[in-house]
């Protein structure tokens, strides 16, 4: 059984920083592409970013681009995503998901996703 779970959400204030970690227990390898969504309240879940199998590929939404940065260590089987300059508009649940297929590519879409954690909460405020 594959699982994720997100932590490293919570209550920080504007212009600040959070860290969000994903693990993935139950892949044999590390070849999945892994993405970080998000759902802000009364919207569409969206992607934030996404990082292929050995990190040699990322996509950043043009929202988060300069702020946040993706990485991944595979001998921890652990994703990460840093987030700094937080602002009103970055609350939001953020999912981390897996990708097993075209792991060597960055997916942009949440039908790219295989497996999915259960989210993290990220309250921005003033």
């Known amino acids: 059984q594959v699982q994720l779970v997100e932590s490293g959400g919570g209550l920080v204030q504007t212009g600040g920083s959070l860290t969000l970690s994903c693990p993935v227990v139950g892949l044999a390898s590390s070849m999945y592409a892994m993405g970080w969504f998000r759902q802000a309240p009364g919207k569409e879940r969206e992607i934030v970013v996404s990082?292929?199998?050995?990190?040699?590929?990322?996509y950043y939404a043009d929202s988060v681009k300069g702020r946040f940065t993706v990485s991944r260590d595979n001998a921890k089987k652990t994703t990460y995503l840093q987030m700094n300059s937080l602002g009103l508009g970055d609350t939001a649940v953020y999912y981390c998901?897996?990708?097993?297929?075209?792991?060597?590519?960055?997916?942009?879409?949440?039908?790219?996703?295989?497996?999915w954690g259960k989210g993290t909460r990220v309250t921005v405020s003033s």
């Open positions: 998901a897996a990708a097993t297929a075209n792991w060597w590519l960055a997916p942009k879409t949440e039908n790219a996703m295989n497996y």
């Open positions: 990082i292929n199998w050995d990190g040699d590929r990322k």
